[in-house]
Nanobody, 126 residues
């Protein structure tokens, strides 16, 4: 019922920036938490960032803290991931995830999410 479409991925040089967007559709709840995860070749899918449904709380993986910023615009029904100071280690497929009808907090575990996007490739060259 809920579909997520990510956009904004691409190829950038180290130190550059990218802004990912995720636009959910077919929603049945106004209170939906959002999260970003990524999967690099040969590695497990890992948590990147999360935001509560109101936008009042955020959480980040240690590996991206200080460089990435998650935000949301509920009027546009869109969540963003601003990625600055990108490193080659950030190269991965990035996935947007959501879970509706939740309390206003952040969710950082894969099993806590119900719907997932198709993923968008981010490649950072040195």
């Amino acid at each position: 019922q809920v579909q997520l479409v990510e956009s904004g991925g691409g190829l950038v040089q180290a130190g550059g920036s990218l802004r990912l967007s995720c636009a959910p559709s077919g929603r049945t709840s106004r209170s939906y938490a959002m999260g970003w995860f990524r999967q690099a070749p040969g590695k497990e899918r890992e948590f990147v960032a999360a935001i509560s449904w109101s936008g009042g709380s955020t959480a980040y993986a240690d590996s991206v803290k200080g460089r990435f910023t998650i935000s949301r615009d509920n009027a546009k029904n869109t969540v963003y991931l601003q990625m600055n100071s990108l490193k080659p280690e950030d190269t991965a497929v990035y996935y947007c995830a959501t879970k509706g009808w939740v309390r206003d907090t952040v969710w950082t575990r894969e099993y806590e999410y119900e719907y997932w996007g198709q993923g968008t490739q981010v490649t950072v060259s040195s």
